[in-house]
């Protein structure tokens, strides 16, 4: 069931189509996107797309769908940039990310010719836009997609205000929050946080740049979110047990996984993080890692288990193919690139499904805080294996430990 607004939408577009569509040209091409619409949410669902990305989904090709009833279109004119544009420009998206992906899933399934063509970069930014995605680059060390990132949301900040007619220099919170509630509405809760993140760090530069007499970085919140705050989801033993025992080791990719899992369980290890180590990183002779590229900038040497290290020395020797890449964990096809940390959480996700698992990569993570913990280690320890700035973050992690607690009131044993 679509929200009122999407809904609204919708009957917008259809009061649209009755008044200025013409007569269908292909009688048939409508049932046919409805149909082809219900096999990609299918296969969204079977390669285990959040709930949340397939409602979103949903609900972008509903709109898509209504758009196009009762125009002169063929099956393939369906999928051109010309009816793409025209449908944002009636339906007042920023993003047609479900089109797009519907287009790559018939493509391959050679249902169309071609998938849609990128849209234009957005637009080039310039000036103190510029120098913020730059500062970013040299102090923070930020990444190539973390900077491009910042840039989609500057560059439509920059387009926002130019349309508002409002210098930085004039900048309020109120306009601020417009353009959030504007630019974020295609989103997901969770990349609307990460890009009012963006847009706070760019404010607290204007603000040190003396662009701007006051910090507004502070003020720019999302909505209140009531039950916010979540246990963490952790492993038991025996459901860690099962997920090893179901690993398969009997191919590339399953050695390549192999490795993954460990690497994330027994050291705590961030799918990005992952994905940048390097084969430098890793001392075999001392059984140690080196993790320059951490979040928030916190380098940290930890020990390898054993296991670890063998799953490692696995994937390298039977799984990893032959290249001049420096990075540990490679794509397994041709040209032999780093994969992206986004693959590297399906992948894990995928080993814990077929081990009966209803389960994701940060799991992991948060076994590996639980167990430190079990282990009598502090807090203060926690915080520094993890890799956290402050030590709220790595409260978050942490469950409470209620064999501990039956110990110290029942007097029972471990």
């Not at 210098?167 to 946080?193: G, K, Q, S, Y």
């Not at 890793?282 to 951490?294: H, V």
């Not at 799991?363 to 320890?381: F, K, P």
Request: hydrophobic share 35%; proline share 6%; charged share 20%.
């Amino acid at each position: 069931m679509a929200d009122p607004r999407t809904q609204q939408s919708i009957q917008w577009l259809q009061w649209y189509n009755r008044q200025y569509g013409p007569p269908q040209k292909d009688p048939a091409a409508v049932p046919r996107l409805t149909r082809a619409i219900a096999d990609y949410l299918d296969w969204m669902r079977s390669v285990h797309y959040t709930a949340a990305s397939r409602q979103l989904h949903r609900r972008q090709l509903e709109l898509f769908l209504s758009f196009v009833k009762n125009r002169r279109f063929g099956w393939q004119q369906f999928f051109t940039e010309k009816t793409r544009e025209h449908f944002i420009k009636l339906s007042g998206l920023h993003t047609t990310a479900a089109l797009n992906g519907l287009c790559r899933y018939l493509a391959e399934q050679g249902r169309i010719k071609t998938p849609l063509p990128r849209r234009p970069p957005p637009r080039k930014l310039a000036g103190i836009f510029e120098d913020y995605v730059h500062y970013c680059q040299q102090s923070r060390h930020t990444s190539v997609r973390q900077s491009n990132s910042i840039g989609r949301v500057l560059s439509a900040l920059c387009g926002y205000l130019d349309r508002k007619q409002t210098a930085l220099n004039r900048l309020r919170i109120e306009v601020l929050d417009a353009f959030m509630a504007e630019f974020c509405r295609p989103f997901l809760p969770t990349t609307c946080r990460n890009y009012r993140c963006v847009v706070r760090g760019f404010l607290r530069y204007l603000y040190q740049q003396g662009i701007i007499k006051k910090d507004l970085a502070p003020l720019l919140i999302g909505a209140v979110q009531f039950a916010k705050v979540k246990p963490p989801k952790f492993l038991r033993p025996h459901e860690v047990k099962q997920l090893f025992e179901n690993l398969s080791v009997s191919s590339p990719k399953g050695l390549r996984t192999y490795a993954m899992v460990h690497m994330a369980y027994s050291l705590g290890l961030r799918p990005v993080e992952i994905s940048s180590l390097q084969l430098d990183d890793i001392s075999f002779a001392k059984a140690q890692l080196t993790l320059k590229r951490r979040k928030n900038d916190n380098p940290l040497e930890l020990p390898i288990p054993e296991q670890t290290l063998k799953a490692i020395v696995a994937y390298m020797v039977g799984g990893r193919p032959s290249s001049e890449d420096r990075h540990l964990v490679l794509s397994l096809s041709a040209p032999y690139g780093p994969i992206v940390p986004g693959l590297v959480g399906r992948y894990i996700q995928q080993a814990m499904q077929t081990a009966g698992l209803k389960a994701s990569a940060y799991w992991l993570r948060h076994s590996y805080a639980q167990h430190l913990l079990s282990a009598g280690t502090s807090i203060y320890e926690i915080k520094e294996m993890l890799g956290h700035r402050h030590i709220e973050s790595s409260r978050k992690y942490l469950h409470i430990h209620t064999d501990l607690m039956r110990e110290v009131i029942l007097d029972e044993p471990l």
